[in-house]
């Protein structure tokens, strides 16, 4: 088990698709009795933002309460981001926006773009290998063949992604869930990131071994499409480990900011 102590750091948790600041409420409250600084953000058209999906039409609209944050915050402060799933995509347009504050970035699960290709590549896989039946209730829009937003279904909640929560927790999420974009048309453009920016930021990947909704297999193609500083491996974690292992969480995340000071 990593050790807690650790001097105080600002963590900024960014959630994944359909999913709000909400999601991270344990572990917000781990962090915070610890004495860290903990912003959870809710990105366009998520959680409690006001905007509605069809006024999210780019990723630049869906990253936008994401970047202003971070110019609110003053040139000498660092933060430790986190991105949860496709969270991943909006902090590591932050990375390259905002190099300067960034000490670490931790990717939980999530898509982790590299510096030579678009980031729809890695979103372009996963879409390849994710076998019909396991949309299931989940309902998608396409264009060209390509979807364009997604409805996460309450059987698909229950059976894929929350399977190792508590029930309340899936409760909770079936009452707070939304409809968003995927933004593979924008992400389909050529790479924003850069190695002076994005690549000189420290990376930590945390694979969750028992994840159904981005299974070990492709959690091992992103990391080595774009590799990290460091991997770590979570055996009985699924998907949504912020809710179901929020202690463990924790530990790690203030283990991984204490390293990358």
């Not at 409250?29 to 933002?49: I, K, P």
């Not at 970047?67 to 496709?86: A, N």
């Not at 297999?217 to 055996?235: A, G, L, N």
């Amino acid at each position: 088990m990593p050790s807690t102590t650790t001097s105080p750091k600002h963590f900024v948790l960014v959630h994944g698709l359909s999913h709000g600041a909400w999601c991270w409420y344990k572990v917000v409250s781990n962090l915070q009795s610890a004495g860290h600084r903990v912003t959870a953000v809710d990105l366009g058209g998520s959680g409690v933002h006001p905007s509605r999906l069809e006024e999210i039409a780019t990723f630049s609209d869906y990253v936008q309460p994401l970047i202003q944050f971070m110019e609110s915050l003053s040139g000498d402060e660092r933060v430790v981001l986190v991105g949860h799933s496709f969270g991943g995509l909006p902090i590591s347009v932050a990375m390259e926006k905002f190099s300067h504050i960034v000490s670490a970035a931790i990717f939980i699960t999530a898509y982790m773009p590299n510096c030579r290709d678009p980031p729809a590549l890695q979103m372009n896989q996963y879409f390849k290998n994710l076998k019909p039946e396991t949309y299931m209730d989940c309902r998608f829009t396409f264009k060209d063949g390509l979807p364009v937003s997604a409805e996460l279904g309450c059987d698909y909640l229950a059976t894929m992604m929350y399977r190792s929560c508590q029930s309340e927790d899936l409760a909770l999420a079936k009452m707070l869930i939304r409809p968003s974009r995927l933004f593979l048309e924008d992400m389909s453009e050529d790479s924003i990131l850069t190695i002076n920016k994005y690549g000189s930021i420290k990376r930590v990947y945390v694979i969750c071994e028992k994840d159904q909704v981005m299974d070990e297999e492709f959690q091992k193609f992103v990391v080595e499409d774009s590799p990290p500083d460091e991997v770590k491996y979570f055996p009985e974690a699924g998907h949504m480990i912020m809710l179901s292992k929020p202690n463990d969480l924790a530990l790690y995340l203030q283990e991984i900011a204490n390293t990358y000071p």
